[in-house]
């Protein structure tokens, strides 16, 4: 089944518009100095941040943190969808680059300031004016206290407020149409490009970017009595950048990983966009030895590559398989997997999933430009280098709109894609164990609420900024068992699991220990992508629904 989105009467939706976007920013004419001011042209900032967006600022609004009161003034700007973009910086988070009409739907679904008057429909009509406020707050938030004072499944976070908006800025590239005219799938081929596709050695006293070490792909593992560890990156990324720092800030658990499977320790560089999960599980068998044994450690997209590794090793003659929703070369990749892995005899034995959309994640299938956004801000959260092919990419598809159903690597993590579907419509249980390690931010500082509610804001469930946690628990039953640990608090974030102390401490217990530490026993709900707890049980019939109203389906 599934995750399916929770309905909420606040949800942005699209609407089409054929000419320019018009926002205002309304200021009290006491601001202070420099706030909800529109500088254009030569007046302009000289640049943007470097790393922020490719192209030149046409125009910004600089908003104040509060206004004064007393009479009101307005700044306009206009964007205009195909050309433009535009960058809304969060106060104390990241700055989302939109496409114009996405961020006009963001602002206008945000709640109106109390006391300020409701808008009729006629008045919200597309051609309108979107004004710019300077607090962004989402309606239905902030959730009921019960009966005893506390927030209603509120249990992680409490009541939260809103967000400070710090500036708007309309970004246009310097030559008016080249990003309009570079389609996003050329862009998305630049960055697959930063990886050097297969599998290759690990060493345990560093873990360098294979492209610029010169290092080469193995074009086959040497066999061996014992299992082999395999690290498999996410999206956006490379093996280095996925997994450097704990190599970096964890050197003595990566000692004890080389020592116990007796160096043999790699890891599968492979394109994420542009190549569809399955295909990247064929680049991994292709050079796996006869009777390989496979211990597995992913983080995000990767845990979707181990997922059909251990489904298709489990049921290599494909027997019932029904595969008919999966594209032609999918199924030219699938049926090569399964006769690869037959005639090898691979055993995938256990399987470390750090933060897996294992049942899609709902931002990368609605609005992708603010999924690339945020997916860079935790990237510069963990200190992992952003590749200047990400920049062009998100610059390219905030301007395009580019559907992420056009690029098969993100494809498969959007909720109900055939990928998705075929991975929890397995009815035995697979051999080999599961061991789950998922996240959830909480906001035990000022920055970590805002981010909170920025998240929130997007998927009305908890996360860690990229997957919504519920999703997280997912996959085919395992014989050996399915385990997880949660990892919460103010320093979880999507790209930083492998930096932090209990989440590398958990993936080194679950990759050598047959009972790790801390883990417990996949609940029912959450297996079914209902409850991102981790450990509840279903409910018996006619007992109360306890659970947050973030983790119910639907219409709950």
């Not at 999206?235 to 116990?260: D, E, I, M």
């Not at 430009?369 to 801000?377: C, M, P």
């Not at 498969?412 to 061991?435: D, K, M």
Request: include cysteine; charged fraction near 20%.
């Amino acid at each position: 089944m599934a995750t399916r989105r929770r309905s909420s009467s606040n949800t942005p939706r699209s609407t089409e518009t054929s000419g320019p976007i018009t926002f205002v920013l309304r200021s009290a004419a006491d601001t202070a100095p420099g706030a909800g001011t529109a500088t254009r042209g030569a007046a302009a900032p000289a640049a943007l941040p470097a790393g922020l967006v490719r192209g030149e600022l046409r125009h910004s609004l600089q908003l104040a943190a509060t206004r004064a009161a007393g009479m009101q003034t307005e700044q306009r700007v206009q964007a205009e969808p195909g050309r433009d973009v535009v960058v809304l910086r969060i106060a104390g988070g990241p700055a989302l680059v939109l496409h114009p009409e996405h961020a006009r739907d963001l602002l206008r679904a945000q709640r109106a300031p109390q006391g300020a008057p409701a808008r009729s429909r006629s008045q919200v009509r597309a051609a309108d004016d979107t004004v710019v406020p300077t607090e962004l707050r989402w309606q239905g938030l902030e959730l009921p206290s019960q009966a005893d004072g506390t927030a209603r499944g509120a249990a992680t976070r409490g009541l939260l407020g809103s967000v400070l908006l710090a500036g708007l800025d309309i970004v246009r590239d310097p030559a008016g149409t080249t990003l309009a005219e570079l389609a996003a799938d050329r862009v998305a081929a630049r960055v697959d490009a930063q990886v050097v596709p297969g599998v290759h050695a690990l060493d345990a006293s560093a873990l360098h970017k294979f492209k610029d070490s010169g290092s080469a792909p193995l074009a086959a593992l040497p066999a061996a009595d014992g299992p082999l560890l395999v690290f498999i990156h996410g999206s956006f990324s490379n093996s280095a950048n996925a997994f450097s720092k704990l190599w970096s800030q964890h050197p003595q658990r990566v000692a004890s990983l080389f020592t116990h499977y007796g160096n043999r320790v790699y890891a599968l560089d492979h394109p994420t966009l542009m190549a569809s999960p399955i295909a990247n599980a064929l680049l991994l068998a292709q050079a796996l030895p006869q009777h390989a044994r496979l211990h597995l450690v992913t983080h995000s997209r990767g845990g979707l590559v181990a997922e059909v590794l251990a489904r298709v090793a489990a049921n290599p003659e494909l027997k019932g398989e029904k595969v008919g929703d999966f594209t032609a070369g999918e199924q030219r990749d699938l049926k090569a997997l399964a006769a690869l892995l037959l005639q090898r005899q691979v055993r995938i034995e256990r399987i470390v999933r750090v933060a897996c959309p294992a049942r899609g994640t709902l931002l990368a299938s609605k609005r992708l430009d603010a999924y690339l956004s945020v997916f860079k801000w935790t990237l510069e959260l963990g200190g992992v280098p952003v590749l200047p092919e990400l920049v062009d990419f998100l610059s390219a598809v905030a301007q395009r709109r580019a559907d992420p159903e056009q690029l098969p690597g993100l494809a498969a993590q959007i909720p109900g894609s055939a990928l998705i579907q075929w991975l929890h419509a397995a009815e035995a249980a697979l051999p080999g164990q599961l061991r789950v390690i998922a996240g959830d931010v909480q906001g035990d500082s000022v920055g970590s609420w805002l981010k909170t509610l920025l998240a929130d804001s997007f998927y009305w469930t908890d996360n860690d900024f990229v997957v919504q946690t519920r999703s997280m628990y997912g996959g085919a039953p395992r014989a050996g068992g399915a385990l997880f640990l949660l990892d919460r608090g103010a320093k979880v974030a999507h790209n930083s699991y492998f930096a932090g102390e209990r989440s590398a401490e958990a993936v080194c217990n679950a990759l050598m220990q047959e009972q790790p530490a801390g883990f417990a026993l996949i609940g029912p709900l959450s297996w079914a992508g209902e409850d991102s707890s981790g450990t509840r049980a279903a409910r018996k019939r006619g007992a109360e629904d306890t659970r947050p109203a973030s983790d119910k389906p639907a219409g709950i």
